[in-house]
């Protein structure tokens, strides 16, 4: 079977730093995104990841290792603002988009 | 119109009856999309349209039927509702109608089958 593995919920303070893992079983693996959701908003894109490494874009980076599974999504300097849930999505062999349960993130002052 | 909207925002529907969600999408994108977002569980696909005249199924398609007779518009129908349908239902759209593109979701709809 097909399975995308996120913590269901993490705290942080703000202005930490706080890395959120997935780890991804799949029939094959052709890429892999992050998505921000807003509690009662839709999910928005984050970043996109193909090859093995980090990506930064801002306060953001994700990195992947095809190799083991995982990637993760790395946020530096938490505001409040960041307080949402984050899904990992998989594309599969068959170019199908596998989504994971999302990880809730919590953001204390 | 900017970007992708669906229509109701929120329902309340008495099982057995039939509803339209309604989605119109102003980006020109081929490829469009609806899911189902559940407590606890990733968001999964019920059907989905990689050009204006094509539909395919997903991972959920029972009990769900689309429609796709031009770009814009991507309705989906429940043609006799149960409680299981209970869920959020989100639209998207993608420049290509391949997995590769960007997503954009529209703001979603709630639906109460009682």
């Known amino acids: 079977g097909q399975n995308i593995d996120q913590p269901t919920e993490m705290t942080a303070t703000e202005g930490a730093i706080v890395q959120i893992n997935c780890t991804y079983q799949?029939?094959?693996?052709?890429?892999l995104f992050w998505y921000q959701q807003h509690a009662g908003e839709a999910p928005t894109f984050l970043s996109y990841n193909v090859l093995d490494g980090l990506e930064e874009k801002g306060r953001f980076s994700s990195f992947l290792s095809r190799s083991k599974g995982y990637s993760y999504l790395l946020l530096k300097e938490l505001q409040m603002k960041d307080s949402a849930s984050y899904l990992c999505?998989?594309?599969?062999?068959?170019?199908?988009?596998?989504w994971g349960a999302g990880t809730k993130l919590i953001i204390k002052p | 119109i900017a970007g992708i909207t669906q229509a109701p925002t929120s329902q309340i529907l008495a099982a057995g009856r039939r509803m339209t969600l309604r989605c119109t999408q102003d980006m020109r994108h081929n490829a469009m999309y609806w899911y189902r977002q559940d407590l606890g569980l990733g968001l999964r696909l019920i059907h989905y349209?990689?050009?204006?005249?094509?539909?395919g199924k997903g991972e959920v398609p029972d009990g769900y039927s689309v429609s796709r007779a031009n770009t814009d518009d991507f309705p989906l129908t429940l043609a006799s509702a149960v409680p299981s349908q209970t869920s959020v239902y989100f639209c998207?759209?993608?420049?290509?109608?391949?997995?590769?593109?960007?997503?954009?979701f529209g703001p979603g709809t709630r639906l109460t089958v009682l």
């Open positions: 998207a759209s993608s420049a290509g109608d391949n997995s590769y593109n960007e997503q954009f």
């Open positions: 799949t029939s094959g693996f052709n890429g």
């Open positions: 999505a998989v594309i599969d062999s068959n170019y199908q988009l596998i």
């Open positions: 349209s990689n050009t204006a005249g094509t539909t």
